[in-house]
C-alpha cells in the first residue's frame, strides 16, 4: 500500500486566496484525520471523520475552514479566505478503526504571505 | 487540557537510557506514543488501553497509570536512530479525539 497521500507537498499562496489541501488514505481504513501542526501550538486535530461522516469538528479553528470526505479515499480540507497566520504543516492521517494506530501523510507545508 | 511531557528535552550518549512522561488532567481511556524526526510526519510506536498491559516496540517500552491520568515511555540502551521528537496522544474516555503532548526532544549523541 502506498500509506496515506497528501497533495499539495507544499503550498505558497497570498492573502485572500482559497486553499484547498487534498487526503487520499489508506484503503480500507475508516477513520480519517485532519492535524494542524506549528512550533507556537504543537500538534492539534482538526476534524475527525468516521466512516465519511463528520464525528468531531470542534478543532477547526473559525468559519474560514471547511473539510469534506465525500467518499471513503479523498477528502479535502479547505481555507477560504486565508491568512498569513494559517501557516503551518497540515497532516492528514487514516486508522483501522478510531483507537488503533493512526497513519500520517507526509503532509503539506502551507505558506500564507 | 493538551497533555504535558516532560522533560521538553533530553541529549543522551548512545546507549544511555531514558524516561519521557506525559500528564492530562483528563481521565484517559487510551494513549498513543508516537516519534517525529525533522521534517517528516509522525510514526505510530505504540498504544496503551485503560485496562490493559505495558507495551513493547523493540527497546522502547510504555506504561499506562490510569489513576494518576500519567503515561510513561521507557528508552532502553538508546541507539542514535531514537532521536526525534516524542509525542504522546491523549484520549480523553470514549471519544476517539486524540490530543497532542507538547513534545520532548530526543538527540542520541554517538
Known amino acids: 500500500d502506498a500509506g496515506v497521500i497528501q497533495s499539495p507537498r507544499h503550498e505558497v499562496t497570498e492573502m485572500g486566496q482559497e486553499v484547498t489541501l487534498r487526503c487520499k488514505p489508506i484503503?480500507?481504513?475508516?477513520?480519517l484525520f485532519w492535524y494542524r501542526q506549528t512550533m507556537m501550538r504543537g500538534l492539534e486535530l482538526l476534524i475527525y471523520?468516521?466512516?465519511?461522516?463528520?464525528?468531531?469538528d470542534s478543532g477547526m479553528p473559525e468559519d474560514r475552514f471547511s473539510a469534506k470526505m465525500p467518499n471513503a479515499s479523498f477528502s479535502t480540507l479547505k481555507i477560504q479566505p486565508s491568512e498569513p497566520r494559517d501557516s503551518a504543516v497540515y497532516f492528514c492521517?487514516?486508522?483501522?478503526?478510531?483507537?488503533?494506530?493512526?497513519?500520517f501523510g507526509p503532509g503539506t507545508r502551507l505558506t500564507v504571505l | 487540557q493538551q497533555p504535558v511531557q516532560s522533560p521538553q528535552a533530553v541529549i543522551l550518549r548512545e546507549g544511555e537510557d531514558a524516561v519521557i512522561n506525559c500528564s492530562s488532567s483528563?481521565?484517559?481511556?487510551?494513549v498513543h506514543w508516537y516519534r517525529q524526526k525533522h521534517g517528516e510526519a509522525p510514526v505510530f510506536l505504540m498504544i496503551?488501553?485503560?485496562?490493559?498491559e505495558q507495551m513493547r516496540h523493540e527497546k522502547i517500552s510504555a506504561s499506562f497509570n490510569e489513576k494518576k491520568q500519567q503515561s510513561s515511555l521507557y528508552l532502553t540502551a538508546s541507539q542514535l536512530s531514537y532521536s526525534g521528537t516524542y509525542f504522546c496522544?491523549?484520549?480523553?474516555?470514549?471519544?476517539?479525539?486524540?490530543?497532542f503532548g507538547t513534545g520532548t526532544r530526543l538527540k542520541v549523541l554517538a
Open positions: 492521517a487514516s486508522s483501522f478503526t478510531g483507537y488503533n494506530e493512526q497513519f
Open positions: 484503503s480500507g481504513h475508516n477513520s
Open positions: 471523520f468516521n466512516n465519511n461522516v463528520p464525528i468531531d
Open positions: 483528563k481521565a484517559l481511556y487510551s
Open positions: 496503551l488501553l485503560k485496562g490493559g
Open positions: 496522544g491523549t484520549e480523553p474516555s470514549g471519544t476517539y479525539k486524540y490530543i
